[in-house]
């Protein structure tokens, strides 16, 4: 692993930052990186952090944050984005260790590899969200050179395990608190908003869940608030109440 800053935004003076390692439940190693507030003393709230898909799975990064002498175990959230945004919801519907958990300009990955964007496998409407990811992954926004989605992309056949894990079908057991934003102009909106209608259903735990859209925005600008489309009062008031 590299030691120098490798990451596509600057960093922050107001963190340590290192770089983790530790072992998934199939016994995969996987890399992280590790920030703690400057100057912090005892117990802490923590949140596991997975970007757009391709990043660290949540579960195990909650393991790993779960063991920290520096870590307070009862107080651990994650924020899945894109791809990740659906894995985090099935992770809080099965791992009551998650308190709050935030799912941001989510995919969910069984039903798009399953039947295709907008349900539909031929859809002639696909191609217009294109130019929003090469705005990101294929500028100096996003461009990473270790990036797939900046570089070779997918293989064809990396995706279809999906198609026989359907990922939320538990959605609605989860008790803890979940925040779902997505950008209003998002290709990609009716995910979010199928998944927040699915979660409710049913639930007799709905105070704690809320369904976010963003005016204006697109898929990609929640990656890096583009537009100034991320809603950090919005995520430091919710992690607030529900971790502390």
Known sequence: M?????????????????????PNRYGII?????YEPKGAEGKLAAIAVCGP??????????????????VDPERIGIIGICGWGGLALNA????????????????????????????????????????????????????????????DGWNVIGCMSFMN?????????IRSAVLIMHGEKAHSCYFSRDA????????????NKELLIIPDAVHTD?????????PFDKLEQFFGNYLG
């Open 2 to 22: 590299t030691s120098e800053w490798d990451k596509t935004f600057p960093k922050s003076e107001k963190v340590n930052h290192r770089k983790v390692t530790f």
């Open 30 to 34: 996987l890399a992280a990186d590790l």
């Open 53 to 70: 898909f391709g990043a660290v799975k949540e579960q195990a990064a909650v393991d790993f944050l779960s063991v920290q002498e520096n």
């Open 92 to 151: 809080a519907a099965i791992d009551t260790r998650i308190k709050a958990t935030v799912a941001s300009t989510m995919y969910d990955m069984t039903r798009v590899n399953a039947n295709g964007y907008f349900d539909a496998e031929d859809s002639a409407d696909a191609p217009f969200f294109v130019a929003d990811y090469h705005d990101y992954y294929k500028t100096g926004r996003g461009y990473h050179k270790r990036s797939l989605n900046s570089n």
């Open 165 to 173: 894990q359907p990922i939320l079908q538990y959605s609605n057991e």
């Open 196 to 207: 927040y209608d699915a979660m409710v259903k049913d639930n007799p735990y709905t105070e």
């Open 222 to 230: 929640l990656y890096d608030g583009g537009k100034d489309a991320i």
